[in-house]
C-alpha cells in the first residue's frame, strides 16, 4: 500500500514538473508571445492554396483530356480560364512572396531576414 | 494498488483541465509558455491514463478480486487472454480504454504539428482538453474501475457470449475508430478558434479522419462477423440501436471525407465540412451514450446506471458550442466559388452526400423514435428492420450506383458526349450483367438483380479507371504497363486507395444482397438417420453426444451434409453450457463453400433427450463470405490511402511554411 | 467572365426535397412503429406490440404448446402469461430481461416466432451482475 502511495506521489511530481517545465527552463524569456497570423499572412496562405487548386486543376484537366473524360470541346473551353486563373494566382503570390523573402518553388531567390520576432 | 489507479485518475482530470483551462487562455492571450505547459499537462495526461491501465491490467492479470471490477467480470478458471479483455467488457474499464486512447490520440496529435501550425495546436490543446476532462470527470465521480471490496472467493466470469477471440478485437478497432473521429473535431474547432479560414485543418487531419473512419469499419465488420459466427442466429446485422450506433458517425465520417475532396479542389463547402466532423463526433459520443446508459431497448443494452445524464449533458454542451462558434464564424468561412454544373464530379460529391446524410439522419430518427414517442405520447413505440431496409435500399442503391458514375465524370462539368464515350463500358456491363441474372434465374427479385448490375457497373467503372489510368501515364512517361499502373497508384493514392475501397464496398453490397435476398431457410425436427433438404444440401443427423471443455459442457449433434447425392462434409452444430456463469450458448456450424462464397449454416434449436431428436434449422447464404473479404479489400484500399506520400508533404511544407510562425519550442 | 446563374442551390434544394419525399412517403404507408410495453401497459391493446420485461418461472414446454412462462414488469409486479411457439435463444432463463413481438389473444400473449430476444445481462452496470 505504501508502495502504491509512493508511486503515486512519484507519479504526481513528475507530471506537475513536465507541466511547469516551460517555465522552469525559461524563467526570464526574451519574448512569452505567440505570433498570430497576420492578415497578410492569411492572404498569402489563401493564395497558395489557390494556386495550388488551379495548378492541380490544370494537370487533372490535362490527364482527363488524355483518358478521354473530358471531350476536346469540353478541353478547349475550359482550359483557357484554368490556365489565366492559375496565372493569375501565380502572380498575385510573388510580390507577397519577395516580401516574406521565401520561393516555393526551386528558384534562388535573395533571403531577406524571414518572419520577424514581435 | 487501487489507490494508485484512482490517484492516476485523479491527476488525469487535474492535468485535462489544466490543458483546458490554461490552454484556452494561453490561447486568448497568447502566452507561449503557458500554451507550452497545457499542451505538457495534455502529454501527461496521457501518462497518468497509461498508469490507470496498467494497474486496472496489472489486477485482472492477478486476479485481484479485491478490485470489485476484477470480481464482477473475470473467474480464475478465465482463459488469460479473456481476463485481459474484461478491461473492455464492463462500463468503468471501458471507459478508462476510451480515455487511454484519447490521451494517446491528443498527445500525438499535438506533439505532431506543433512545429508545422502552432498556431492551430495553440488552439487544438484546450478543446481535445476539454474532452479529456470530461472523460476523466466520469472515471473519477461517476464510474471508477477501482472500487475495492473484501474479495470472494472466485469472480462472477465473464459471460459466455463474449469469450471468443472477437472480443478481443472488436471493441479495441472500434473505439480506435470512435475516439479518433475527436481529432478532426477539435482541429475544426481550432481553426475556427484561431480564426483560419483556410485548408490548414483539414491538411493536419486528413490522415487521422482516414484511419479513425477505417478502424471504425473494420469493426463494425468484425462486430458482425461475431454475430454471424457466434451469437448463431444466422444473420450478421440485426438494426440493434448498438450496431447503428457505429454506423451513423462512419456515414457522417464518409460523407466527410467526401466532401472534404470538394473543398480541396473548389474552396467550396467549408461550412458543410465543419457541420459534417460535428456531426461525425457528436454521433460518436452518442453512440456510445445509447450503448452505455440503458436508455434503448437493445439486446446490448444494459442496466441504467447514473451515466446517461452526464453522457447527455456533454453532448448538449459540445453541440452547443460548436454550433454557436460555426454561427460567430460563418463570414470567415463563405466561399465564392459555385457549382457550375449539376453534371461535374463536384456535384457527385454533393449528391453522394445528401445521400450518406440522408441515410445517417434516417437511422437516427429510427434510433431515437422510441424515446420521442414515449415523451410525445407517453408510450415508446419501436422502429423495426423493415423501416431501416427501406432507407438503406432507397439511398444505398443511388450511392451504389454514384460511386460508378462520380469517378468517370470531370470537374467542373461535363458535356453528354464525353460521358457517352467514358459509360459505355460500364453501361455495356450493368446491363449485360442484368440479362445473364434474369436468364439465369435470379429473376425473382428484381431488387437483387438491380443491386447486382449497380454493382457491376461500379466494378466496370473502377477497372475503366485504373486501365485508362495507367495507359495515360505508360505513353506518358514511356513506362511499361505494371510499372505505369504502380506509378500511377503512388501518385495518387488517396484515389486510387479511394477506388480500391468503392470496390470492397461493391463486394459488400453483392454479399448483403446475395446473402439476404437469395437466402434459402428450412427447419425441422430430426430423429437420428432422417435428413433435412435445404437448397442443394441433403443435411443427415446421426446422433449427439456431450463433450467437456475447459470451462463448458458441449453438447453436439453429428451430422453428415450431401451434395447431389456426394457427401461433402461432416458438420457438429449445438449448444456449449457454462457452469460457472450458469449460462448456454448457441453453436452455429458453418460450411463455406469458397467456390460459390456461400455458407451452410446449421443451428440446433434444441436437443431432446427423450428421444435423440433434435430440432434442427439450416440456412443457406450465397455469397456471404464477399462480405468478410471486403474487408480485407478495404483495409488494403484504406492502406493505399494512408500511405505517406513524400512528394505530397513536401508540397504542402512548401504551401504553408511562407507563413508559418513557427514558435521557438 | 459572364458567370452564369448558379444550379447549386436549385440542384440542392430539389435533391433534398426528393429525400424529404421518399421519407414522408414511407412514413405514411408503413406508419408508426410498433408499441414497447411492459405487462402492466398492455391493458387495451389489441394491435401487434413488443413486450418488455423479466422471466417469471416456471417455465413449461412441450413439442405442441411451445413454451409457456410469464412475463413480468421490470420495475413492478403486473405480469401476464406467454406462450411461445418456437425455441427461444441460448440466454433465456427466469430472471433475465426478454423482449418479445405479438399480441394478446384472451388474456395470453401470444408470441411471433423468432423474435424473442434476450437482452445481455448487466455488463454496464455498476452493480456487481
Redesign the interface.
Known amino acids: 500500500m505504501t508502495l502504491a502511495y509512493a508511486l503515486a506521489a512519484a507519479l504526481a511530481v513528475s507530471c506537475v514538473v513536465l507541466v511547469a517545465w516551460p517555465f522552469l527552463r525559461e524563467p526570464e524569456p526574451r519574448l512569452d508571445r505567440v505570433r498570430e497570423l497576420s492578415d497578410l499572412e492569411q492572404r498569402q496562405v489563401a493564395l497558395a492554396e489557390a494556386r495550388d487548386r488551379s495548378l492541380a486543376a490544370l494537370k487533372e484537366l490535362e490527364f482527363d483530356h488524355r483518358t478521354g473524360k473530358v471531350s476536346d470541346e469540353d478541353y478547349r473551353a475550359l482550359v483557357g480560364p484554368l490556365r489565366r486563373q492559375a496565372a493569375e494566382a501565380l502572380r498575385a503570390l510573388e510580390p507577397r512572396l519577395e516580401r516574406t523573402a521565401r520561393q516555393p518553388h526551386a528558384e534562388p531567390a535573395t533571403e531577406e531576414p524571414s518572419r520577424g520576432v514581435e | 494498488?487501487?489507490?494508485?489507479g484512482r490517484?492516476?485518475l485523479v491527476?488525469c482530470l487535474g492535468?485535462s483541465l489544466?490543458a483546458a483551462a490554461a490552454g484556452a487562455f494561453?490561447a486568448r492571450t497568447?502566452?507561449?509558455?503557458?500554451?507550452?505547459?497545457a499542451a505538457?499537462?495534455l502529454?501527461?495526461s496521457f501518462?497518468?491514463a497509461v498508469?490507470a491501465s496498467l494497474v486496472l491490467a496489472a489486477a485482472l492479470l492477478r486476479h485481484d478480486f479485491t478490485f470489485?471490477y476484477v470480481?464482477?467480470?473475470t473467474s480464475r478458471e478465465l482463459p488469460v487472454a479473456y481476463t485481459l479483455s474484461a478491461f473492455w467488457?464492463?462500463?468503468?474499464g471501458?471507459l478508462l480504454l476510451w480515455l487511454l486512447i484519447l490521451t494517446a490520440y491528443a498527445a500525438a496529435a499535438c506533439a505532431l504539428n506543433r512545429r508545422r501550425a502552432?498556431?492551430l495546436v495553440?488552439w487544438v490543446v484546450p478543446v481535445l482538453g476539454g474532452v479529456a476532462s470530461f472523460f476523466s470527470f466520469l472515471l473519477v465521480v461517476v464510474?471508477s474501475p477501482f472500487g475495492t471490496q473484501p474479495p470472494p472467493l472466485d469472480g462472477?466470469g465473464l459471460?459466455p457470449?463474449?469469450q471468443n477471440p472477437y472480443m478481443l478485437a472488436h471493441p479495441p478497432m472500434l473505439y480506435l475508430g470512435y475516439v479518433g473521429l475527436t481529432v478532426p473535431f477539435a482541429f475544426a474547432m481550432g481553426a475556427l478558434l484561431?480564426r483560419?479560414?483556410?485548408?490548414?485543418w483539414i491538411v493536419a487531419t486528413r490522415r487521422w479522419t482516414l484511419g479513425a473512419w477505417a478502424f471504425l469499419g473494420v469493426g463494425q465488420l468484425l462486430g458482425a462477423h461475431w454475430a454471424y459466427v457466434e451469437v448463431g442466429?444466422g444473420g450478421y446485422y440485426a438494426w440493434d440501436p448498438v450496431e447503428n450506433a457505429a454506423l451513423m458517425p462512419w456515414l457522417a465520417a464518409t460523407a466527410f471525407l467526401h466532401s472534404v475532396m470538394v473543398q480541396?479542389?473548389?474552396?467550396m463547402l467549408k461550412v458543410w465540412n465543419v457541420l459534417l466532423v460535428i456531426l461525425a463526433f457528436g454521433l460518436s459520443l452518442f453512440g456510445t451514450f445509447l450503448?452505455?446508459s440503458?436508455i434503448l431497448?437493445?439486446?446490448?443494452?444494459?442496466?441504467?446506471?447514473?451515466i446517461g445524464p452526464w453522457f447527455v449533458g456533454f453532448i448538449a454542451v459540445v453541440t452547443a458550442f460548436s454550433l454557436a462558434l460555426v454561427f460567430v464564424r460563418l463570414p470567415l468561412l463563405r466561399a465564392r466559388t459555385?457549382?457550375?454544373?449539376?453534371i461535374s464530379r463536384e456535384?457527385t460529391f454533393?449528391?453522394n452526400n445528401?445521400?450518406l446524410v440522408?441515410l445517417c439522419l434516417?437511422i437516427l430518427w429510427g434510433v431515437i423514435?422510441?424515446i420521442l414517442?414515449e415523451a410525445v405520447r407517453g408510450?415508446?413505440?419501436?422502429?423495426?428492420g423493415?423501416?431501416y431496409n427501406?432507407?438503406l435500399r432507397?439511398?444505398g442503391l443511388p450511392l451504389l450506383l454514384l460511386m460508378g458514375i462520380g469517378p468517370?465524370?470531370?470537374?467542373?462539368?461535363?458535356?453528354l458526349?464525353?460521358l457517352r464515350?467514358?459509360f459505355a463500358w460500364p453501361a455495356a456491363t450493368a446491363v449485360a450483367t442484368g440479362v445473364i441474372l434474369l436468364a439465369t434465374g435470379a429473376g425473382s427479385s428484381l431488387l437483387g438483380v438491380v443491386a447486382y448490375s449497380f454493382s457491376a457497373f461500379v466494378l466496370a467503372s473502377i477497372v475503366v479507371e485504373f486501365a485508362?489510368?495507367a495507359?495515360?501515364r505508360s505513353s506518358?512517361a514511356g513506362e511499361s504497363w505494371p510499372v505505369a499502373l504502380a506509378s500511377l497508384v503512388a501518385r495518387n493514392r488517396r484515389r486510387y486507395g479511394g477506388y480500391v475501397v468503392h470496390a470492397a464496398v461493391v463486394l459488400l453490397a453483392v454479399g448483403i444482397a446475395g446473402s439476404s435476398i437469395y437466402d434459402t431457410v428450412r427447419e425441422k425436427?430430426l430423429r437420428p438417420g432422417q435428413t433435412l433438404q435445404v437448397g442443394r444440401y441433403a443435411v443427415t443427423y446421426r446422433n449427439s453426444v456431450e463433450r467437456r471443455a475447459a470451462n463448458a459442457q458441449e453438447f453436439r449433434a453429428l451430422v453428415d451434409v450431401r451434395r447431389g447425392g456426394q457427401l461433402i462434409g461432416r458438420m457438429q452444430p449445438g449448444?456449449n453450457w457454462y457452469p460457472a456463469e450458469?449460462?448456454?450458448?448457441?453453436e452455429m456450424a458453418i460450411r463455406r463453400d469458397w467456390t460459390r462464397a456461400e455458407d451452410l449454416d446449421l443451428i440446433v434449436?434444441?436437443f431432446?433427450s427423450s428421444d435423440g431428436s433434435i430440432?434442427l434449422k439450416a440456412l443457406v447464404k450465397p455469397l456471404v463470405n464477399l462480405i468478410w473479404l471486403s474487408g480485407l479489400l478495404f483495409i488494403g484500399g484504406a492502406l493505399i490511402a494512408l500511405w505517406p506520400d513524400a512528394r505530397e508533404q513536401r508540397?504542402l511544407a512548401?504551401?504553408?511554411?511562407?507563413?508559418?510562425?513557427a514558435?521557438?519550442a | 467572365m459572364a458567370r452564369k446563374a448558379s444550379p447549386a442551390r436549385l440542384v440542392i434544394a430539389l435533391s433534398v426535397a426528393a429525400l424529404l419525399a421518399i421519407f414522408l412517403v414511407y412514413t405514411a404507408i408503413a406508419g408508426g412503429g410498433r408499441p414497447v410495453l411492459q405487462p402492466g401497459k398492455l391493458k387495451g391493446h389489441r394491435e401487434k406490440v413488443s413486450l418488455g420485461g423479466k422471466v417469471v418461472g416456471p417455465v413449461r414446454s412441450s413439442a405442441k404448446s411451445g413454451y409457456r412462462f410469464r412475463i413480468r414488469d421490470v420495475n413492478g409486479t403486473a405480469t401476464i402469461p406467454v406462450v411461445y411457439r418456437d425455441t427461444p435463444p441460448p440466454q433465456f432463463k427466469v430472471g433475465r430481461e426478454i423482449s418479445v413481438d405479438g399480441r394478446v389473444r384472451n388474456g395470453v400473449f401470444v408470441g411471433d416466432r423468432g423474435t424473442l430476444v434476450t437482452k445481455c445481462p448487466s455488463k454496464y452496470s455498476s452493480k456487481p451482475s
Open positions: 494498488m487501487p489507490e494508485l490517484a492516476a491527476l492535468l489544466y494561453a497568447r502566452r507561449r509558455r503557458l500554451a507550452a505547459s505538457n499537462a502529454y501527461a501518462g497518468a498508469i470489485s470480481a464482477g467480470h467488457g464492463g462500463q468503468e471501458s502552432p498556431d495553440l464510474a462472477s459471460n457470449a463474449l484561431s483560419r479560414a483556410d485548408e490548414r442466429w480541396e479542389k473548389k474552396g450503448t452505455r440503458g431497448s437493445s439486446i446490448h443494452s444494459f442496466t441504467e446506471g447514473s459555385k457549382l457550375e454544373s449539376p456535384a454533393l449528391y445528401l445521400l440522408a434516417t423514435f422510441p414517442s408510450e415508446a413505440s419501436a422502429v423495426r423493415p423501416y427501406f432507407f432507397s439511398f468517370l465524370i470531370a470537374w467542373r462539368r461535363s458535356s458526349r464525353a464515350r467514358t485508362l489510368g495507359s495515360a506518358l425436427t449448444r450458469q449460462q448456454a450458448s448457441s434449436q434444441r431432446n430440432e508540397r512548401a504551401r504553408y511554411a511562407d507563413s508559418s510562425v514558435a521557438p
